[in-house]
């Protein structure tokens, strides 16, 4: 199983150069004043469930599903070392945008109350896709990429809606998010938890499925 | 000795398509050829062995040992080819090694170089610019290189040159000169078999149609070439297929010895594999 996690990781990385390439754009565009730090921020969760997907449609145009279900490990080893890697990506997002924000308070010279603000702002995108995956994982095995991406669309909306329109409703009731330090603190192992009971739904519909 | 494969019974239900009561055995030390037209069930007899499917009814043995719910284990023993490649486009040759070295537990990284060094792939260019040929070149390598018993080849040859087709099939009896090992190639490309198999199995809309050693299929069946007046004369228990055309008639007949000790005046030529499956699914019901 390790072998087709590290597949996924080949993969990846072949997507690399695209991916930083938006990220400068986004950057670019962050310091010209035209979107805000929270955007660049947002393309962090983008990313943590774009990449899950595109596996799904490189996986499809290979016809791989149907080879790797004939190795050693079986479906459940194709389900497993998606998961795993999933959980890579979303860990690997968490640490990014928390070095990332921690790097931006630490320039801008805000206090540790600006800091910890930043710090979960940072953490709210990446535990967002974390829960976006644990559900649209499952949907990908069942209707594949094609359909998954109308999901993901779904998903990424209905998900910036949440985020954006909560943070505007707790600036609204002057509330900062360090208030809410603990409920925001615990979101990313919240969204890492419900990969394990998604994992299992993934898993029945996969095992019952024609390859 | 152990057959490689013991399939009884197979059914699979697809609603517009039945695969009913696919009974096939290869023994160990040889080939078995799966033939049939597109749409006959190849494809699906040998996903139904993989655990690709959920079969509707029969039981599937690989070494004796059946194979029941998601077990997987038994795939250690299995190089698999599937039909279309398998591997994505933006891999190079030494990452698919790499991949799968996690997979199977007996990987062996220096016989898959040699193959790769011996079928000429090249290790610097990704997948998405290699031939067919090297594509399926490199599936084969992998197939083999993790100490099968048992090779699986979905329509393996399909597609290539017939060099390459050539070299692929030397590779496969190669393989089964250790009596432990076996293979079953499932192909529409009847002369490969034809070279290469010890035995076939013919499906013919999701049955079999005729099974055997290839050598005594070959031997017992025959091809007729007579005139109408002739073919009226026979009888039809004899044939299994004609073909009328408005230069005379053409039959298969069952049993090439027996038909000539009936009907001496008349001859029966040899049949190939090719002959037997036009016969059977364009003679069908006539």
């Known amino acids: 199983m390790t072998g087709l996690v590290r597949k996924d990781f080949y993969l990846s990385v072949s997507m690399f150069k695209s991916y930083v390439l938006v990220a400068l754009v986004f950057a670019m565009l962050t310091f010209a004043g035209i979107y805000d730090s929270s955007f660049f921020v947002a393309y962090v969760s983008v990313m943590c469930i774009m990449i899950p997907v595109n596996l799904f449609a490189y996986d499809e145009q290979a016809r791989w599903d149907k080879y790797a279900a004939a190795l050693p490990g079986g479906r459940r080893g194709v389900v497993m070392a998606r998961y795993l890697f999933t959980t890579l990506v979303c860990v690997g997002s968490m640490v990014f945008s928390i070095l990332l924000h921690l790097a931006a308070g630490l320039a801008s010279g805000a206090q540790a ?4 603000d930043l710090l979960l702002s940072g953490l709210i995108p990446a535990a967002y896709g974390c829960l976006m995956n644990a559900v649209l994982l499952p949907l990908l095995f069942k209707f594949g990429s094609q359909k998954g991406r109308l999901y993901l669309l779904l998903a990424l909306g209905l998900g910036a809606g949440l985020i954006f329109g909560g943070l505007t409703a707790l600036r609204e009731m002057g509330l900062s998010l360090s208030q809410l330090e603990f409920p ?4 990313p192992a919240v969204g890492l938890l ?3 009971p998604s994992y299992f739904v993934a898993l029945g519909i996969f095992l019952k499925k024609d390859l | 000795m152990t057959n490689a494969i013991e399939v009884r019974g197979l059914c699979k239900d697809y609603g517009d398509f039945q695969l009913r009561d696919v009974d096939l055995t290869l023994p160990g030390g040889s080939i078995l050829g799966l033939i049939g037209e597109n749409g006959a069930g190849k494809s699906t007899t040998i996903k139904a062995i993989l655990g690709l499917i959920r079969r509707n009814g029969g039981s599937i043995r690989i070494f004796g040992r059946e194979i029941l719910g998601d077990d997987p284990s038994y795939k250690e023993d299995i190089g698999v080819v599937l039909d279309e490649a398998s591997f994505h486009d933006p891999l190079k040759v030494p990452q698919v090694g790499r991949v799968l070295s996690g997979v199977y537990r007996d990987w062996d990284s220096a016989r898959f170089d040699a193959y790769v060094e011996r079928f000429r792939l090249p290790r610097d260019k990704k997948i998405k610019e ?27 040859t399909s597609g290539l040159d017939p060099v390459v087709r050539d070299e692929l099939l030397d590779e496969f009896l190669a393989f089964i000169q250790d009596e432990d090992h076996a293979v079953l190639i499932s192909s529409h490309i009847t002369s490969d078999l034809e070279k290469a198999a010890d035995y076939v199995t013919y499906l013919h809309r999701g049955r079999v149609a ?29 044939l299994l297929g004609t073909r009328v055309n408005q230069f005379g008639c053409e039959a298969l007949v069952k049993d090439r010895r027996a038909f000539q000790r009936r009907c001496p005046g008349l001859t029966v030529d040899p049949v190939s594999l090719e002959e037997i499956m036009v016969f059977t699914v364009r003679g069908d019901g006539k």
């Not at chain 2, 002739?230 to 228990?237: F, H, S």
Request: glycine share 4%.
């Open chain 1, 113 to 116: 109350q600006e800091r910890m």
């Open chain 1, 184 to 187: 925001l603190a615990a979101l």
């Open chain 1, 194 to 196: 419900a990969l394990i």
């Open chain 2, 130 to 156: 290699f031939s067919r040929g090297m594509k399926q070149k490199l599936s084969i390598a992998t197939a083999l290189s993790h100490h099968p018993r048992l090779l699986i080849l979905d329509e393996a």
């Open chain 2, 210 to 238: 005729l099974q055997g050693a290839k050598d005594e299929l070959l031997e017992t069946y025959g091809r007729l070439v007579c005139s109408r007046a002739d073919l009226q004369k026979i009888d039809p228990a004899l």
